[in-house]
């Protein structure tokens, strides 16, 4: 059974995009610990972030970076922290969560709550500066 960031790749479930190429894909979380935080995932769906093949591990984490300098650019942020959980989704992924203090990062905080509208403008902006 596919997973929901599968889905989402292919068109079944809608997502706030932020950039895609062949191999990767990026969009906005729906349940942010922060405005801009994004998910980077790779396209072939693997459970785990480390049973991912070195080429495709390294590719999702270049890609992040391209992502991440956008993110900084387009929201008001110290730092965009990158966090690795994993088990909510059984199909690798990363967070890139912008912050202006460190407590932001924790990924059990309760969940922004942001307007369809507020996500479209942070997620265009995001994909302007890319």
Same mark, same amino acid.
């Given at each position: 059974?596919?997973?929901?960031?599968?889905?989402?790749?292919?068109?079944?479930?809608?997502?706030?995009?932020?950039?895609?190429?062949?191999?990767?894909?990026?969009?906005?979380?729906?349940?942010?610990?922060?405005?801009?935080?994004?998910?980077?995932?790779?396209?072939?769906?693997?459970?785990?972030?480390?049973?991912?093949? @070195?080429?495709?591990?390294? !590719?999702?984490? $270049?890609?992040?970076?391209? /992502?991440?300098? +956008?993110?900084?650019?387009? =929201? @008001?942020?110290?730092?965009? !922290?990158?966090? $690795?959980?994993?088990?909510? /989704?059984?199909? +690798?992924?990363?967070?890139? =969560?912008?912050?202006?203090?460190?407590?932001?990062?924790?990924?059990?905080?309760?969940?922004?709550?942001?307007?369809?509208?507020?996500?479209?403008?942070?997620?265009?902006?995001?994909?302007?500066?890319?």
């Amino acid at each position: 059974m596919a997973s929901i960031f599968t889905k989402i790749v292919r068109g079944e479930i809608p997502s706030y995009k932020i950039a895609e190429d062949d191999h990767y894909y990026a969009f906005l979380d729906i349940r942010p610990l922060a405005k801009g935080h994004t998910l980077v995932i790779p396209k072939e769906e693997t459970d785990y972030l480390f049973d991912l093949e @070195d080429d495709a591990l390294s !590719g999702l984490m $270049v890609f992040a970076k391209k /992502v991440a300098r +956008a993110i900084d650019k387009a =929201v @008001d942020c110290k730092r965009v !922290g990158v966090l $690795v959980v994993g088990t909510e /989704v059984p199909h +690798a992924h990363v967070h890139l =969560v912008p912050f202006q203090r460190e407590k932001q990062m924790n990924i059990t905080s309760a969940p922004l709550s942001l307007s369809k509208e507020e996500m479209e403008a942070t997620a265009k902006a995001i994909r302007e500066q890319l």
